[in-house]
């Protein structure tokens, strides 16, 4: 099999979202706009409660996924459609904005680590318009997988090591793995040749990618190939590593709405105002 190796490394942007929350930003900023179908990546952590207690007030979505994957804290979700759910560490969900809806991601404590990931995935053309629907992932529902000498292996979404992820049923078939390295550990994954793939290593001192060193912090896009590997550093290190089928259909963004069109966004942004969404 062919191996990817790193064919771009960035760091991420610092900034904030929502009321004031601040995160770093690793797709969705100057340095690496989207990653079709990747919109954004955003990494958010701290423990101390000002940076993050104003949280996510109510806001809408159109024609695209958001998948939140926590780490540590609590974080409740509602939305105009009567839904609400709680996002606790080590669990994640998978929200199909579709045709639309608003919703709100408010942390549930006042202060301690609040930490995790935000990834945007677009949806294709024929089905920017579907019905919204979730996939709320308690931790208990991840399968945890040691496929290698110090590997460990939470997989959220796809198929790795003959598992299954809980994730089902997404257009783009994606791969969301949250990967643990003792030091000096190694790990080989197969994944789709055709997708489109990132490793992000946010904790330790960074990680080999194929013949290409990743430092801690960083985003790393992978080129072609049929199989990814992974060494560590002498310490240990985690990262998450995602891939999914891209679309290669134009895109038209516009804040909270991603479709094809600048008439697609006018339409979103008229449906907002009239409370169509």
Known sequence: MSTRNLIRNLPGLPTSDGAGVKLTRLIGQPMLDMLDPFL??????????????????EHPHRGFETVTYMLAGRMRHRDNQGNSGLLVAGGAQWMTAGAGLIHSEMPEQSDGEMRGFQLWVNLPATHKMIAPRYQDIAPEQI???TPAAGASVRLI?????????PVQ???TQPLFVDIALAASATLTLTLPAAHTAFVHAFEGAGVQVGDTWLAAQELGVLGAGEQIELRAADAPTRLILV???????????????VMNTP???????ADYRAGRI
């Open 40 to 57: 954004l990546l955003d990494a958010f952590g701290s423990e101390r409660g000002t940076d993050y207690i104003a949280g996510f007030p």
């Open 169 to 171: 049923g997404i257009l």
């Open 263 to 269: 008439q697609q966004i006018q339409q979103a942004l």
């Open 143 to 145: 399968p945890v997988l």
């Open 243 to 257: 891939a999914a089928a891209p679309l290669r259909e134009p895109v038209a963004r516009y804040g909270p709405f």
């Open 157 to 165: 979404a796809g198929e790795v090591f003959g598992a299954r992820g």
